[in-house]
């Protein structure tokens, strides 16, 4: 078992910036591939940046590209995701998931957080 513990949602206008943080416990968290996903109330779960066991290959949705980044600390059994430029239609709730093998689609992912709200005012 993976437990994954999303922080660092909240609220932020437009042009803002905001860093998500997902810590990890129980098992080996460098065996396991990482990705953020979101949901928007109504909306299907949308998959927004993913990266390797060693975090040396990392690769974001054409929506959040150059805008955000995910980065992971092994060390600290942890993953992030950068998020500037913040536009209201990033309004989501947002997940982190663990997976062994490395993919874009959530049904590939074995564990997932409670996830955090991210709310973008215009």
């Known amino acids: 078992q993976v437990q994954l513990v999303e922080s660092g949602g909240g609220l932020v206008q437009a042009g803002g910036s905001l860093r998500l943080s997902c810590a990890a416990s129980?098992?080996?968290?460098?065996?396991?591939?990482m990705g953020w996903f979101r949901q928007a109330p109504g909306k299907e779960r949308e998959f927004v940046a993913r990266?390797?066991?060693?975090?040396?290959?990392?690769f974001h949705a054409d929506s959040v590209k150059g805008r955000f980044t995910i980065s992971r600390d092994n060390a600290k059994n942890t993953v992030y995701l950068q998020m500037n430029s913040l536009k209201p239609e990033d309004t989501a709730v947002y997940y982190c998931?663990?997976?062994?093998?490395?993919?874009?689609?959530?049904?590939?992912?074995?564990?997932w957080g409670q996830g955090t709200q991210v709310t973008v005012s215009s």
């Open positions: 990266t390797s066991r060693s975090g040396g290959s990392a």
């Open positions: 998931a663990a997976s062994t093998v490395l993919s874009s689609i959530p049904s590939r992912y074995d564990y």
């Open positions: 129980g098992r080996t968290f460098s065996n396991y591939a």
